[in-house]
T-cell receptor, first 112, second 112 residues
Framework: QKEVEQNSGPLSVPEGAIASLNCTYS??????FFWYRQYSGKSPELIMFIYSNGDKEDGRFTAQLNKASQYVSLLIRDSQPSDSATYLC????????????FGGGTRVLVKP | GAGVSQSPSNKVTEKGKDVELRCDPISGHTALYWYRQSLGQGLEFLIYFQGNSAPDKSGLPSDRFSAERTGGSVSTLTIQRTQQEDSAVYLCASSFGGETQYFGPGTRLLVL
């Protein structure tokens, strides 16, 4: 079992709709969670981080964390074609140095 | 301010040659990370620096890989006797004390 799992997609959503991305992790000691967006041929760009159970909103993005169920999700409201990218879930399991363990990413395609 | 920079942006080398990849972190960031992203493997941790020391080298795939950091700033990742399986995008990230890591543009390495 991979430490951080994501559905590879592609997740196809119409413009203006909500895109819902899920990520599960195996280590119950995981302390913090990150969502990165990666356009094709580019490096990962931080979108959000979340440490506590519940929801965290930033503009059109909402991160949701449920430590009991070991999942973290990302909602993208009013999806735009420019949101088409691969979204990477990353987990800090609390190891020294805060190294991140990444999921394989979910490819999102927003259709006009 | 300036972000993380990496050089070269692209590197083509012949099998068996040595290569050096450079990372210049965000000014003032004390922690520096190297990751590798290859097709089918996702994004994997290689090594972490705090200042000039490397407390976690657990992700280095073999003894052909080494890295150093000088002056608490620039880091160099060296791959000796390159193999075709070393072909990947090598990403550097930095953070200031905390956990949020910011990535550079990466170096795309192709070993022929």
């Amino acid at each position: 079992q991979k430490e951080v799992e994501q559905n590879s997609g592609p997740l196809s959503v119409p413009e203006g709709a909500i895109a819902s991305l899920n990520c599960t992790y195996s280590d119950r000691g995981s302390q913090s969670f990150f969502w990165y967006r990666q356009y094709s041929g580019k490096s990962p760009e931080l979108i959000m981080f979340i440490y506590s159970n519940g929801d965290k909103e930033d503009g059109r993005f909402t991160a949701q964390l449920n430590k009991a169920s070991q999942y973290v999700s990302l909602l993208i409201r009013d999806s735009q074609p420019s949101d088409s990218a691969t979204y990477l879930c990353a987990v800090n399991v609390g190891a020294a140095g805060n190294k991140l363990t990444f999921g394989g990413g979910t490819r999102v395609l927003v259709k006009p | 301010g300036a972000g993380v920079s990496q050089s070269p942006s692209n590197k083509v080398t012949e099998k068996g040659k040595d290569v050096e990849l450079r990372c210049d972190p965000i000014s003032g960031h004390t922690a520096l990370y190297w990751y590798r992203q290859s097709l089918g493997q996702g994004l994997e941790f290689l090594i972490y620096f705090q200042g000039n020391s490397a407390p976690d080298k657990s992700g280095l795939p073999s003894d052909r890989f080494s890295a150093e950091r000088t002056g608490g700033s620039v880091s160099t990742l060296t791959i000796q006797r390159t193999q075709q399986e070393d072909s990947a995008v090598y990403l550097c990230a930095s953070s200031f004390g905390g956990e949020t890591q910011y990535f550079g543009p990466g170096t795309r390495l192709l070993v022929l």
